[in-house]
T-cell receptor, first 113, second 113 residues
């Protein structure tokens, strides 16, 4: 069974601070995705990383996939109150015959004005 | 932008009753999924569906569960005899092609009393 551990589980920071969220596994994934989920809604895809060592930027968000494709990080620069939400990482196992996603439990981020 | 729609948004049912959760995937998508999220826990894969048949299912997806795509647009999840532990958010997702991003609906909250 593949597991993804996210840390920290909860994070409360002041507006303007930087933060990093981690997603770790002992398994190798074909790709890793980061989602944001608002209360009462489904996960919304932020980014997909595929290649080991890959770095992708989305405005103030920087995503990195580990060289071994087992871990990933999300770094937010100068956090804004609008960044508040639940951030989920999900690993894709395309070798299973379908595009199954294994989700982490998420990091609940609060950015205080 | 096209989106995955799910109905109802909230379903309350008594233990032992049958429920059908409905999803309308994005129209040109070919792969379909059901995931569930028990309150406070991670999003879990249930089943994937392609070319009118199940391609993969998890241990959760036992004989009480079934999926159908009856008319080429709707994608349904049926739970034959609900149990208390089936209470969860159920998310439908669709995918245009293999390895393309999954698009999630906003979920159906199922409450079994």
């Amino acid at each position: 069974t593949q597991l993804l551990e996210q840390s920290p589980q909860f994070l409360s920071i002041q507006e303007g601070e930087n933060l990093t969220v981690y997603c770790n596994s002992s398994s190798v994934f074909s790709s890793l995705q980061w989602y944001r989920q608002e209360p009462g809604e489904g996960p919304v895809l932020l980014v997909t990383v595929v290649t080991g060592g890959e770095v992708k930027k989305l405005k103030r968000l920087t995503f990195q996939f580990g060289d071994a494709r087992k871990d990933s990080s999300l770094h937010i620069t100068a956090a804004q109150p609008g960044d508040t939400g639940l951030y989920l990482c999900a690993g894709a196992d395309s070798g299973a015959g379908s595009y199954q996603l294994t989700f982490g439990k998420g990091t609940k981020l609060s950015v205080i004005p | 932008e096209p989106e995955v729609t799910q109905t109802p948004s909230h379903q309350v049912t008594q233990m032992g009753q049958e429920v059908i959760l409905r999803c309308v995937p994005i129209s040109n998508h070919l792969y379909f999924y059901w995931y569930r999220q028990i309150l406070g826990q991670k999003v879990e894969f249930l089943v994937s569906f392609y070319n009118n048949e199940i391609s993969e299912k998890s241990e959760i997806f036992d004989d009480q569960f079934s999926v159908e795509r009856p008319d080429g647009s709707n994608f349904t999840l049926k739970i034959r005899s609900t149990k208390l532990e089936d209470s969860a958010m159920y998310f439908c997702a669709s995918q245009r092609s293999y390895n393309s991003p999954l698009h999630f609906g906003n979920g159906t909250r199922l409450t079994v009393t």
